[in-house]
């Protein structure tokens, strides 16, 4: 019985009091008005008044005063006792029965003191003291009882106000709330949980919680009130049911009555859709994290140092060779998988930085792997965390294998050292540059050849370490020297015997030098270069006796080689008898050869004079065009033998300072060479055109072109294109050494363009108006 009255307690709305006293005392402590009392002196006033208006009333009502001598006194002495107290009552019933006696006992209007009205005073008097008891006495019942009511109300008012904040509290709780009873019916829902389901709170009360949620006809044995229902305790689950279409994190809570018996549960359910898309957002990071980790052989720790736990990620794990089953998880359990020989300093290492609130901590030490016993190199880092005293109490850090790496650095360390041995046991001087042109690296023979320790040259701009001059004594910007240019263009670039550049040593001597500069480049980048110098003194000393010596020869078989040519031409006249047409063939063919030799022999004084400058220059008012036409007119006979066409176009004369020397030998080699690589039936074309500050002669042919690899070569000495040769044997690769030669002696300059099989197309161009230097 007792149960069945909890049970309607925990489902009950608080009915109201039905009855008709309750009603007319609700009422009345509606209005909230005390119990009036009138205090002095408006009490005593009153006395007066009220016996007055008895008098009045009675005598105007009743003239004949022996029908009623009191009756009007009674209420008078009742309302003046009950609004002022005592005093005022007591004053109310001495005025009464001194009225009475004087207005209504006979003889009237005077006072009586027979014995009739002695007695009758007296009754009235005494009726009319306890007519004043009962008037105190019923106003203090009245009040005690107007106490006690409005005390009740108030509480009902309380109750009623804190129900209602509940209801407003309740219905604000974002999180799903129902209250229902032990077997699963629902007596009370927040209006969070009723929108959850689609239904309004009072189509949800009565009805049972899995009928509600789940759309089933029985509870799930997994729901955390059926946990609830059995051990009477607190539970909190996770539940999920397609049909909510959300996951839910739920609380049920018991509920007991007065006498500990259980009457249902509180659920409280939170939609925990967003934390379990964090969580899910959490774990894919941390899946890429220990991905990343695996990939990078990089593992994270963090040790807890007042409670000596220490937490590894699976990366530390995989780098020592261990299961986490098999791992103490201490600092001791670590240290344990350290190499025995690198323990000691391990431990002092991060001990000392501990001690001395250090802020991090780092090493390089061994592990030993505990199944396979391998030995790893690891490099381990840390950050120290402190509290607000200082005190260092966790260690945060990371751990990387760096076995790999160290053994690829001593594969690179002893590949390094047999590079070095080789590059010392060169001869030649060898360095590498950074993109800026500081030296990265020399060998044994560049330290002597600019005489100074490996140690003072690293890191040094090298045109610093290396000034250069050209041929000619200029001293070069470090932008055209080789090693610059080979860094700017990304090409390789070399100076040899016969364009030499001068090393300005220490002291100011002058060493000749042969350098091939070539860039480093990597995925398209050029990232530095490496140098090769070579002493070439030796080499120019014997250039020089050999140019001496072809002078010498030259000189020397000039006037022989003119005696012979001046008797083979006399014996073709035949000044010496008529010859027969062979003994003409040869003597022509000899003559001929006399002209090719002679001409060479001219080359080579040419060349040997410019090489030991005795060459001299001669400068002169020449009109460019009309020379160009003498030296072409003289070519005509080799133009029409193989049909050749040209083209000429000077546009406005022109005149320059030149040597008339050097215009004929540089025009008669472009255009006995255009000729001579030119088939029957093709163009030569001759231009001029004065373009910034200089007169450029333009000299382009439908010939065989000039292989791209040979192009920088061919003005070199004794070097002769591939394809030139198989065209012609005749040749010594000098003609256009000599041309460059001479034009840059006056300071001039020739180029080429050429495209295999197309032709080419030669460059002079002249200072205008005259010579630069």
């Known amino acids: 019985m007792k149960n069945q009255n909890s049970e309607a307690n925990l489902i009950s709305n608080h009915k109201k009091l039905s009855s008709p006293f309750h009603s007319i005392i609700m009422k009345k402590s509606a209005a909230a008005l005390p119990l009036p009392r009138l205090k002095p002196?408006?009490?005593y006033f009153s006395a007066l008044l009220a016996v007055l208006l008895?008098?009045?009333?009675?005598?105007?009502?009743?003239p004949d005063p022996t029908l009623a001598p009191f009756i009007f006194f009674f209420p008078a002495i009742y309302l003046v006792s009950f609004l002022g107290g005592w005093s005022p009552g007591l004053l109310a019933v001495v005025l009464s029965a001194l009225a009475g006696n004087f207005f209504f006992v006979a003889p009237y209007q005077s006072w009586s003191f027979s014995f009739e009205a002695l007695i009758a005073t007296f009754l009235f008097t005494l009726s009319s003291l306890i007519l004043v008891s009962l008037s105190l006495y019923f106003r203090s019942v009245l009040a005690n009882f107007d106490g006690v009511i409005g005390e009740r109300v108030k509480a009902e008012a309380d109750v009623k106000r804190a129900n209602e904040e509940w209801n407003?509290?309740?219905?604000?709780?974002?999180?799903?709330?129902?209250?229902?009873?032990?077997?699963?019916?629902i007596v009370r829902a927040n209006r969070a949980f009723a929108e959850m389901i689609k239904l309004n709170p009072e189509n949800i009360i009565g009805k049972k919680c899995y009928e509600v949620l789940h759309k089933s006809d029985k509870h799930w044995p997994s729901c955390p009130f059926e946990k609830t229902r059995v051990d009477k305790k607190v539970h909190t689950g996770e539940v999920f049911d397609p049909k909510i279409g959300r996951p839910l994190l739920v609380t049920t809570s018991p509920i007991f009555g007065p006498e500990s018996e259980f009457l249902g549960?509180?659920?409280?359910?939170k939609d925990i859709t967003e934390l379990k898309q964090s969580e899910a957002a959490l774990s894919k990071s941390e899946e890429g994290m220990q991905r990343a980790q695996a990939i990078a052989h990089l593992g994270s720790w963090e040790l807890d140092l007042v409670n000596n736990k220490l937490a590894w990620s699976n990366e530390v794990y995989r780098i020592f060779g261990l299961e986490p089953r098999e791992f103490g998880a201490t600092y001791e359990a670590f240290l344990d998988a350290v190499h025995p020989d690198d323990r000691e300093l391990v431990h002092a290492a991060y001990s000392d930085s501990v001690r001395q609130g250090k802020d991090f901590y780092e090493i390089e030490h061994r592990v030993v792997r505990k199944l396979s016993g391998e030995i790893r190199i690891v490099y381990e880092k840390c950050q120290h965390a402190k509290d607000k005293s200082g005190r260092i109490i966790r260690s945060i850090g990371m751990i990387h294998d760096i076995t790999d790496r160290k053994r690829m650095e001593e594969r690179l360390r002893m590949e390094m050292t047999k590079a070095e041995a080789l590059l010392f046991s060169i001869g030649d001087g060898v360095v590498a540059v950074d993109p800026a042109g500081k030296i990265l690296f020399i060998n044994q023979a560049f330290a002597e050849l600019v005489k100074k320790s490996k140690d003072n040259l690293l890191g040094e701009r090298l045109d610093k370490i290396v000034p250069m001059e050209d041929g000619k004594g200029r001293k070069l910007p470090p932008d055209s020297t080789p090693v610059f240019l080979a860094l700017a263009k990304g090409q390789k670039i070399s100076s040899n015997i016969f364009s030499p550049t001068n090393y300005i040593s220490q002291n100011g001597s002058l060493m000749p030098l042969a350098i091939t500069a070539t860039p480093v480049i990597l995925d398209g980048a050029i990232i530095g270069a490496i140098a090769v110098y070579r002493d070439i003194s030796k080499e120019k000393a014997i250039d020089q006796a050999k140019t001496e010596f072809v002078s010498l020869a030259s000189h020397q078989l000039r006037t022989p080689l003119s005696s012979i040519a001046l008797s083979t031409e006399l014996l073709l006249r035949g000044t010496a008898g008529e010859l027969s047409s062979e003994q003409k063939k040869y003597l022509s063919e000899a003559y001929n050869s006399t002209k090719i030799m002679a001409e060479l022999i001219k080359v080579l004084l040419n060349i040997s004079r410019i090489e030991l400058g005795t060459f001299m220059v001669q400068l002169e008012p020449i009109n460019l065009a009309e020379s160009l036409d003498y030296l072409l007119d003289e070519l005509k006979l080799q133009l029409d033998s193989k049909k050749l066409t040209l083209r000429k176009n000077y546009g406005q004369p022109s005149m320059i300072q030149f040597d008339k020397n050097i215009l004929r030998i540089t025009i008669e080699n472009l255009i006995t060479n255009a000729i001579r690589y030119t088939g029957e039936g093709g163009t030569i074309a001759v231009s001029l055109e004065e373009k910034a500050e200089e007169m450029i002669i333009k000299i382009a042919d439908?010939?065989?072109?000039?292989?791209?690899k040979d192009k920088d070569k061919i003005f070199t000495k004794l070097f002769r294109a591939e394809n030139a040769r198989l065209i012609s044997a005749d040749g010594a690769g000098l003609g256009l050494y000599l041309v460059k030669s001479l034009l840059l002696k006056?300071?001039?300059?020739i180029w080429v363009e050429s495209e295999l099989g197309k032709g080419a197309t030669f460059f002079v161009a002249i200072p205008v108006p005259g010579l630069k230097n």
Not at 54 to 62: A, G, H, K
Not at 265 to 269: K, L, M, N, P, R
């Open 746 to 749: 006056v300071g001039a300059r």
């Open 265 to 269: 549960s509180v659920h409280i359910a």
């Open 168 to 185: 407003r509290t309740f219905d604000a709780i974002s999180d799903l709330v129902f209250i229902q009873d032990k077997n699963f019916v």
């Open 54 to 62: 008895v008098i009045i009333l009675q005598n105007t009502l009743f």
């Open 41 to 43: 002196p408006f009490s």
């Open 702 to 708: 439908t010939g065989c072109g000039i292989p791209e």
